[in-house]
């Protein structure tokens, strides 16, 4: 049965204005899994106003009462697990075990939020004025338009949304057009259940073709106040000059091109299953993912051979089958632009020691390259798919070297025995978040999130997030009349 879902505004799931509706696809049987609205400028109008209607008795409730409903949204999350798997099956080719990441990893990020709302809001100054107290105090902004991404829709759907709300503004989030169940009105079912009030979040789903226009008109709204992103660094860059043009603060988390150094003393099982988790989680569809391994030239014969026979047991297929590990690609355009990244490689010398040919539909096998250089694709764009390079190297001033030369600057992970040395390794790296004994894929809510150059703009997580999403006022109070000098 094809579901249907219409937009969620001011509490209510309502169609798009004009009736439109457009097609969300299953990307491993590529039929139709559901129609949704599909909105336009006249409907995020709608959404603004709906959340700018609902600001001001949200955001003066008492922050024990949104701390309420953002724990029992987690709950209630939790609690649908079940749901959240087969939605990001159908819709966006998510493995079983990668679902239930993302509903635990939600799950925090509202618990997280849910702290964040009874935290201290301000500081006291000093100042040189007798009698007088002195305050900065940290408000919420307003409105915030948020987007989020298919790729780990329930994780980043949530930390669109969650911070957001529990520091009292109101949202309008724009769901991909890849995921607008799993990353918009899944969630917003979630957080009515939990008690959310009317018009607090609201959903715009739309077509591909509208997107441009709905973006545009969602951040030059005036009532909208703050923006929050995650995508690619493309989209990204265009989301961020709108919010420039109409004088907005944006965070911006966009893409990467990660590097996993393996040093001379790895521990090597270790650091081919590390590789393997942190290359082919999500079929390498992971801002985080790691597409480049610098392996130390003593080591990288016996490293990449053991890496790709293990790559090469992983078993592919239908994301529904709880033993699938490496799912398909969101779509047969991503899965053709692999291979075609792989098929310059292998034309400019590359070696392919596990994976590698044709896709087949959106399916791409997990694949294995050696040989590398910087002549060619791979080295410089990010893959977003099942794909690690292996590049031999000669010392750590080498891997640094080659982990630095990249716009991006999300993560990088520093595979060692000796943690004294791979902490002076990551200090030398320009990433925003770098794991010592570890790979490139990880995740906390109480972290600051996000990279630098290319790759971010700002940070999620934590306090960090909080003050992403709220604005300082100086405010002060007389302790004595004011002797004014006329």
Known sequence: ????????????????????????????????????????????????????????????????SRRRIALKAADVLEARVD????????????????????????????????????????????????????????????????????????????????????????VVLK?????????????????????????????????RADAAAVAEALIADDRVRAVDFTGSTRVGRIIGELAARHLKPAVLELGGKNAVLVLDDADLDHAVDAVAFGGFTNAGQICMSADRVLVHDSIAE??????????????????????????????????????????????????????????????????????????????????????????????DEEAIALANDTEYGLTAGVLTEDTRRGLAVARRLRTGIVHVGNQTVDDEPQAPFGGVRASDYGRFGGRWGVEAFTTTRWVTIAGTPTQFPF
């Open 1 to 64: 049965m094809i579901l249907e879902r219409g937009l969620h505004l001011g509490g209510r799931d309502v169609p798009a204005a004009d009736g439109r509706t457009t097609a969300d696809l299953d990307p491993h049987t590529g039929e139709v899994y559901a129609t949704v609205a599909a909105g336009g400028p006249a409907d995020v109008r709608r959404a603004v106003e709906a959340a700018h209607a609902a600001f001001p008795s949200w955001s003066a409730l008492p922050p024990s």
């Open 175 to 207: 769901p991909s057009e890849d995921a607008p169940i799993a990353s918009g009105l899944f969630l917003a079912d979630v957080l009515r259940e939990a008690g959310l009030p009317d018009g607090v979040l609201n959903v715009v789903t739309n077509d």
């Open 302 to 395: 016996e490293f990449t051979a053991r890496l790709a026979a293990k790559v090469a047991r992983l078993p592919h297929g239908d994301p529904a089958d709880p033993a699938t590990v490496v799912g398909p690609v969101i779509d047969p355009r991503s899965a053709r632009r692999v291979a075609d990244l792989v098929a310059d490689a292998v034309e400019r010398g590359a070696r392919v020691r596990a994976g590698g040919g044709e896709p087949n539909g959106s399916a791409y096998p997990a694949t294995v390259l050696d040989r590398v250089t910087p002549a060619m694709r791979v080295h410089h764009e990010e893959v977003f798919g099942p794909v690690v390079t292996v590049i031999a190297v000669a010392d």
């Open 83 to 170: 749901e959240a798997v087969a939605v990001m099956a159908a819709e966006v080719g998510g493995v079983a075990g990668w679902a239930r990441f993302n509903v635990a990893l939600a799950a925090g990020i509202l618990r997280e939020a849910a702290a964040a709302a009874t935290r201290p809001v301000g500081d006291v100054l000093t100042t040189e004025v007798d009698g007088r107290l002195s305050l900065a105090v940290r408000e919420p902004v307003g409105v915030v338009a948020a987007f989020a991404p298919w790729n780990a829709p329930v994780i980043l759907g949530t930390r669109a949304i969650a911070t957001p709300l529990a520091v009292g503004n109101t």
